[in-house]
């Protein structure tokens, strides 16, 4: 049966293929009524399309024409409703009797599907929101650095319309459907995802009072024309009143009084986390107030006298005496686990070797006991030009001693803190030595600090919980809690399996002869601690070189040796949406900024040529354009006036040659190829009015070479980000409940896949066959094989995630795929990311052997490569029943990762590579 699509309130402009219906009888109009009272002409369940633009704002109540679409409307018939948006002027306008948005909706479909279901006498499913804006919209937006779905929800004028895909069913009974979430800049135009419109954030009740401890920093800014840096600065340095009343215990309403931002914040969290008996280490003029119920004694270097003597500068403060005069970096007057608590604020960034202070800290706490520490965050104090201590230095400095780096961070100080003209340098800093000033020695921000953390705990096995951490103004505060000294039992030590179900045997709780038992195996642990100390001495080498690279570059660029200085001046535009957008635009542009560049990311898929040619930018970075005869009369203008125009690729798109090696273009259509061939064609015609290419990886560079000859090309890898590499520390931060089950993932991404991830098909049959407990997650978009269909049990399918949640979902994975086609042109082009993706977050992966993940991993050390059914076979197996080399082979590439794939670490190497290509296409 034919079933028949209407157009409700059609007007003059009746919808191609529909039954046009209005109140008035315009040309196309088939049927005249009044849709607010008069029923649809048509039986019962005769009609599959219903389309209304810009009609339901005309009526007064809609619902009795709901009720009649319900009717008329066949099981799974599609609504698409257009209406202008609610918070647009235009759906102000005289005639306008209702006003549209996203709840109108909800209401119908989400919220209380049931209660409008029995009237409606079906089911509404909401499918999908559409909002229209236009392009000079989403560009201001840019511009201005706001985001999209915050516009969408807080902003005015923003959206032009939107649409409501609806679907009608009857007799449903299944879940509740949330809607997909996209906009466009005109509704026949391509759509958008706006993942986080979708996603629900739960707020705390910390989150509040960071807001309001924001604005009121933003009130106090108005009122004194202070720099933010500078209002915090004053509100840290500020003391609390005598008469200031302290929280009253009789009134507070839980065991944990709840921790709100402000100047009382110290006090706030001393009051819930410190009680027994503890020390302050470096309290000099600042002790921290505690409650009652903790009793402190001060620790220091000097005594008292001393001290005034060390800091003249404190002449007009009180300083607390000092009852214990030791090394507050190793407290060796202090006997072991006699504490309750330890007290170091603003004093770990003076230690020479943090590690070794947090280590002994850690030492003299009891079990159970606390770490009270306050940071100073460089980025708000006079240490904001002095760049992060990285974690590869704090190392060295734990493993070689302090001794190597001491007169460095001397010299940095003299210069970026103290700003000492150059000629005076030496001296200042002979000076400093020689009297044992007590610099900051290291900074840090919140991220690099709480990085530092998990490596003493993950890899260093220190025994602490990361109990609380939260910002303060210029600095922020982390309690650390030490757990209990555990012993596996002998099983487990034989076993090397260390689950969740293991019972540990504490310490003091054996015999002698028990203690007996157990030292065999503990010289076994320590040996094996010692391999791991052994292996770390090696990467260390390796470390410290990359790390005098990386000052050698600084010290060029300081020197400027830049020599091209009015270049450093980027635009990026990009004729590709999604995470090759986000990768080449925004990751690369991140790095060159970290180097001085200036640099402007345009929105994908808009092409502001007249005002790239009237900001004259040096640089334009075109990623992925296609040729057009606005692209190349662009080229054109832009040559004249001294601008280079440079290339940006991540994949093999210039080759139609090579299009049977696309998996997806086999499976187009006639039209579609034809489309895709045209697109391809038109990539190779823009890269050739360049004047350069940046590509992503080895291969695509010698591609280059041999089909561009003479055409300028260097390397600049896919890298992550800062915020990446923030979203992945939170997420380890986060307990994750742990099952019975091993989880190896595939995350696919795009729908191009299907052929990759046979490469491993024959392989998984093997394992979850073999290992009823291996569970096979895959996300995003993949036809699972029939092969493994009798293993339907055993699998979880996700749908395409936000990349925000991608750590989240890492943190459950046991072992990390990444398989891709063999003997491919194209996958041998593709970049390691889902290596270093995967690494981020200290999961193992294993990979095909193409040149990308060649250059990634080390077989067997920091990852594993197939070529074969029976590697990955036999690697998978390995790995699924050895939890240990797991654990130490993601340990290996999260160590990997952050020393080569973070943004801020590669920018100096980027830079270089960009200078290369100034050279060849300017001198």
Not at 484 to 512: A, G
């Amino acid at each position: 049966m034919e079933y028949l699509k209407i157009d409700l309130g059609c007007g003059p402009n009746k919808k191609t293929g529909t039954l046009g219906i209005d109140y008035i009888a315009y040309p196309g109009v088939d049927y005249v009524l009044n849709l607010e009272k008069d029923p649809l002409p048509f039986s019962d369940s005769s009609v599959d399309y219903i389309y209304s633009s810009h009609f339901l704002e005309h009526i007064d109540d809609p619902f009795q024409l709901f009720k009649e679409v319900s009717r008329i409307c066949v099981n799974k018939a599609q609504l698409e409703f257009w209406t202008p948006y609610a918070w647009e002027n235009s759906a102000f306008i005289f005639g306008h009797k209702k006003f549209y948005q996203e709840d109108d909706y909800m209401h119908l479909c989400v919220w209380f599907p049931h209660f409008w279901e029995a009237s409606l006498k079906a089911r509404w499913l909401l499918k999908e929101l559409v909002y229209t804006i236009e392009p000079k919209v989403l560009i201001d937006l840019y511009k201005n650095g706001i985001q999209l779905d915050f516009a969408i929800k807080y902003y005015k004028g923003v959206v032009k319309e939107f649409g409501a895909i609806i679907e009608v069913r009857q007799n449903y009974q299944g879940e509740i459907v949330q809607p997909q979430y996209s906009f466009c800049t005109n509704r026949l135009a391509q759509r958008y995802p706006i993942q986080s419109l979708a996603v629900k954030v739960n707020e705390t009740e910390d989150d509040l009072a960071e807001a309001i401890n924001w604005f009121q920093m933003k009130q106090e800014r108005l009122q004194t024309n202070l720099h933010p840096n500078q209002i915090l600065l004053a509100r840290s340095q500020s003391q609390p009143d005598e008469t200031e009343v302290r929280p009253d215990e009789t009134q507070v309403q839980s065991d944990q009084p709840q921790i709100t931002s402000g100047v009382n914040l110290r006090w706030q969290i001393a009051e819930r986390y410190l009680s027994g008996n503890g020390i302050e280490v470096g309290a000099l003029h600042s002790p921290l107030e505690v409650p009652a119920n903790a009793k402190v004694r001060y620790v220091d270097r000097m005594p008292v006298a001393e001290l005034r003597k060390q800091y003249p500068e404190l002449a007009a403060h009180e300083l607390v005496e000092v009852d214990i005069v030791d090394d507050g970096e190793a407290l060796s007057s202090i006997a072991d686990a006699s504490v309750d608590f330890v007290i170091s604020n603003h004093m770990i960034e003076h230690c020479q070797n943090p590690i070794g202070t947090i280590e002994q800290h850690l030492r003299v706490v009891k079990p159970g006991g606390v770490m009270y520490m306050a940071i100073p965050d460089k980025q708000y104090t006079f240490d904001c030009d002095r760049p992060v201590t990285t974690l590869e230095h704090l190392i060295r400095d734990y493993t070689e001693g302090p001794q190597w780096s001491m007169k460095a961070h001397f010299e940095e100080w003299v210069r970026l803190v103290m700003k000492t003209p150059e000629a005076e340098v030496a001296e200042q800093v002979e000076q400093l030595i020689n009297i044992s000033y007590s610099i900051h020695f290291h900074v840090w921000t919140k991220l690099d600090f709480l990085n530092l953390l998990l490596y003493c705990k993950d890899q260093l096995f220190l025994p602490f919980e990361i109990e609380f951490s939260q910002e303060n103004g210029i600095e922020f505060i982390v309690i650390l809690r030490k757990r209990e000294l555990l012993l596996p039992t002998e099983l487990d030590i034989e076993s090397h399996d260390f689950d969740s179900n293991t019972q540990p045997v504490k310490v003091e709780n054996h015999t002698h002869a028990q203690q007996e038992i157990l030292l065999p195996q503990l010289q076994k642990i320590q040996t094996n601690l010692n391999k791991s100390q052994s292996w770390l001495q090696e990467i260390q080498a390796g470390l410290a070189q990359k790390q005098l690279q990386v000052q050698q570059a600084q010290e060029r660029l300081q020197k400027k040796i830049f020599s091209l200085p009015s270049l450093v001046k980027f635009a990026f535009i990009s004729g590709c949406p999604a995470a090759s957008y986000i990768y080449r635009c925004h990751h690369q542009a991140e790095m060159l900024r970290l180097v001085g560049c200036e640099v402007e990311i345009y929105m994908t898929c808009t092409f502001p040529y007249d005002e790239l040619i009237s900001k004259k930018y040096p640089i334009v970075v075109a990623h992925r354009i296609a040729r057009t005869d606005e692209f190349e009369n662009f080229v054109v203008q832009a040559h004249a006036l001294g601008m280079k125009i440079i290339y940006e690729l991540d994949d093999l798109i210039f080759d139609i040659d090579r299009l049977h090696q696309v998996d997806l273009y086999n499976n187009f259509d006639i039209e579609e190829k034809k489309i895709f061939v045209d697109q391809v064609k038109r990539n190779r015609q823009a890269i050739e009015l360049c004047d350069g290419v940046v590509v992503s990886t080895n291969r695509l560079e010698e591609e280059i070479r041999i089909n561009f000859p003479g055409l300028p090309v260097i390397i600049s890898r896919n890298r992550i980000s800062q915020k990446m590499e923030e979203e992945a520390i939170q997420a380890r931060l986060r307990e994750i409940p742990k099952d019975k089950f091993i989880r190896i993932a595939y995350f696919s991404g795009t729908k191009s896949h299907q052929k990759d991830f046979a490469e491993c098909v024959d392989s998984l049959y093997n394992i979850l066959q073999e290992f009823p407990d291996v569970r096979l997650m895959i996300v995003g978009y993949l036809d699972i094989p029939k092969s493994l269909h009798e293993f339907s049990d055993q699998i979880e399918m996700l749908p395409f995630v936000d990349p925000s949640e991608l750590p989240y979902l890492y943190r459950k994975v046991d072992i990390n795929l990444a398989p891709l086609e063999s003997k491919n042109d194209f996958t041998e082009c593709k970049s390691e990311l889902k290596y270093f993706e995967a690494g981020l977050l200290g999961v193992p992966t294993v990979a095909s052997s193409t040149s990308g993940f060649q250059l990634a991993i080390k077989n067997g050390f920091n990852g594993h490569l197939c070529s074969s059914t029976r590697e990955w076979t036999d690697t998978l197996r390995e790995l699924v029943t050895n939890p240990e080399l797991r654990h130490r082979i993601g340990q290996r590439a999260l160590e990997d990762v952050n020393s080569r794939y973070l943004t801020r670490v590669a920018a100096y190497e980027t830079l270089q590579a960009w200078q290369n290509l100034f050279k060849k296409i300017w001198l």
